[in-house]
């Protein structure tokens, strides 16, 4: 099975790099414009289910390194075996300087959630995706507070310290 | 009953009454509330000391807030706690509203609840056994003995810092003062 998704993708697509670290992994490298190529390829071929989206910055190479976990579900009409299930790790690099990628949403809806995530963490912009508004964070950063730049000492130091505590003043 | 505290009941009924009705605010925050649930079930039964969940704020005295606070949980504490009727308690349960804990350097997280809204008392512990919710709790009731559980009146006191706090952690809050401050008060009278 590995040996075959293996094959299949390097003859559809000429610039992937195939990897099989483990049994139940198989790690797909592609270039930036077509991981979505490889994507609807992946789901036409039953990996119907992405069960991450997930985002790495490399900043000595200055690019982000986006990871996409394909997994699938047993079926319906399948037989029962005890073999673990095959995930699938497609990974692409992007540029650090004005991060841009398409989004996976018209492919996988599920993407949603995760791109806004990655969108408000990492400061990468999705083209296409339906809503980047904010998830988690109520304040604003100057920079994305998952970037590797982000001094986290510093920030808490001018933010949260500088509150004063109330208690104290009035003795 | 204790007929030892007979003497305490005749002079302060409504304060005896408050002190072993606890009603605690089901409210979740973080890892701690896990240990909240073996809590109120039959295992250690907190209706021994008289604590129990109730669904809305209107109805709780006791507040019990159980882990790391984020930016954005901060918001509906603040809110919880200022809906909940007079006397209230409020007990920080872990060390993350103590000081931070682990989260001491977090982008998110504030580190010291008590810059926010008042706190009665602190359970330390990371985490806390369901035990030590009830050794705070009879410390509580000492507390409110000596009426030294005076959290709600040290917010109405000192709101104006406080409210000034929470608008330095959240930006323009978007409800009302609870209590008339210096600064509103004087654009009242300048009108």
């Known amino acids: 099975m590995n040996e075959s998704i293996k094959e299949q993708l390097e003859l559809t697509f000429k610039a992937v790099v195939v990897t099989i670290p483990e049994d139940t992994r198989i790690v797909v490298n592609v270039k930036k414009d077509q991981v979505l190529a490889v994507l609807r390829f992946l789901k036409d071929r039953k990996f119907d289910y992405l069960a991450l989206v997930s985002c790495i910055d490399w900043i000595e190479e200055k690019e982000f390194e986006l990871v996409y976990i394909l997994t699938r579900y047993m079926k319906a009409d399948e037989e029962h075996t005890d073999q673990k299930s095959l995930h699938l790790i497609v990974k692409t690099r992007i540029s650090r300087q004005g991060p841009q990628s398409e989004t996976a949403t018209s492919i996988f809806s599920n993407a949603e959630p995760y791109e806004r995530e990655i969108h408000e963490l990492f400061g990468i912009s999705f083209e296409g995706h339906p809503r980047l508004t904010p998830l988690f964070l109520e304040r604003d950063y100057e920079i994305p507070p998952f970037r590797k730049d982000f001094d986290t000492r510093k920030y808490v130091e001018e933010v949260f310290d500088k509150i004063p505590f109330v208690e104290d003043k009035d003795k | ?191």
């Open chain 2, 1 to 191: 009953m204790d007929r030892n505290q007979i003497t305490k009941w005749l002079k302060a009924p409504a304060k005896m009454a408050n002190k072993y009705s606890l009603h605690a605010i089901y409210f979740c925050t973080g890892c701690g509330i896990i240990e909240v649930p073996p809590v109120i079930t039959s295992r250690w039964d907190a209706e021994r000391f008289g604590i129990i969940p109730v669904a809305t704020p209107r109805q709780a005295n006791l507040f019990l807030i159980t882990g790391y606070v984020s930016v954005k949980t901060l918001k509906p504490i603040i809110r919880t706690y200022e809906q909940m009727p007079e006397p209230k308690y409020t007990v920080g349960f872990g060390s993350c509203p103590i000081n931070g804990g682990m989260y001491w350097d977090s982008y998110n997280t504030i580190k010291h609840l008590d810059k926010y809204i008042p706190i009665d008392g602190w359970i330390a512990g990371c985490m806390p056994r369901p035990e030590a919710i009830f050794i705070a709790v009879t410390h509580l009731w000492t507390l409110i003995d000596k009426d030294m559980a005076n959290g709600y009146i040290r917010y109405r006191e000192n709101y104006e810092s406080y409210r000034r706090n929470q608008e330095m952690a959240l930006g323009k809050l978007e409800w009302p003062p609870l209590y008339p401050t210096h600064s509103n008060v004087k654009a009242v009278e300048n009108e």
